[in-house]
């Protein structure tokens, strides 16, 4: 069987016994040492030739959710579609960012904020116990599983302390109850009435899916029906 020769000693043999075959004028490398970098590659226009070189990664798709803690359509979304697409997808794959707030309206009462929201005073408080989640736990594979504990169980409201112990025990219950009593949690629903006020187009409603900074129907019926078929789309 005759000896196999490898690319680069190809080009390299080339370079010896024809100077001149095929070296980019900004080449000033020899041959044995172009498929040695990235960049010594591009200099000499040899990246074809170079098999084994590394590649950049690719962006992560951004996915955002604006959603209500109540909303049926939410639920079903984030639990069905949403969570399981995050646990198969390597984490370089897909950012994600949830912003509880959806329908609700915002006033501004003697210099504090005051929410009503769609589902009543309990979807305002879930939204609120959420946006205090995130950020105590601040890490996005930290506090998804307890949000996804929350929405897939009886309430929403009522089990933060049953989702921390199964999927966050390191997390401080009081800490987070002092966010939803106080001005931070007041604050920080403030700053998701913001972002979901922002959208462009204005989101008409819940759950409302942003892909890569856009939102369009065809885009929400893709990540409805399957997200991550869309995600394995998109991702380059």
């Not at 044995?32 to 070189?53: D, F, G, K, M």
């Not at 984490?91 to 005051?114: C, D, F, H």
């Not at 309430?155 to 199964?166: H, P, R």
């Amino acid at each position: 069987m005759a000896p196999t020769v490898s690319l680069p000693v190809l080009v390299a043999l080339l370079a010896l016994v024809a100077p001149g075959f095929g070296v980019a004028p900004g080449c000033d490398s020899p041959a044995h040492l172009w498929c040695s970098s990235p960049e010594i590659a591009a200099a000499c226009q040899v990246q074809s030739r170079c098999p084994n070189l590394p590649h950049p990664a690719a962006a992560p798709v951004e996915l955002s959710l604006y959603f209500e803690s109540l909303c049926p359509a939410c639920r079903q979304f984030l639990v069905l579609e949403l969570f399981p697409t995050w646990l198969l997808l390597p984490s370089e794959m897909l950012n994600i960012t949830l912003v509880p707030y959806g329908n609700a309206q915002e006033r501004n009462v003697s210099g504090k904020w005051s929410f009503q929201c769609q589902h009543g005073p309990e979807e305002c408080l879930g939204n609120m116990i959420e946006a205090c989640l995130m950020h105590e736990a601040q890490n996005f594979s930290t506090y998804f599983p307890v949000i996804f504990c929350l929405e897939s169980g009886t309430s929403v409201t009522e089990n933060l302390e049953a989702c921390l112990q199964v999927y966050a025990p390191e997390l401080d219950r009081g800490r987070i109850a002092a966010c939803v009593q106080g001005d931070t949690g007041m604050a920080l629903m403030h700053h998701n009435a913001q972002l979901t006020d922002a959208l462009d187009p204005p989101h008409q409603y819940v759950p409302w899916i942003v892909v890569n900074g856009k939102h369009t129907d065809e885009l929400q019926a893709q990540a409805e029906a399957s997200l991550l078929g869309l995600v394995c789309h998109l991702y380059q």
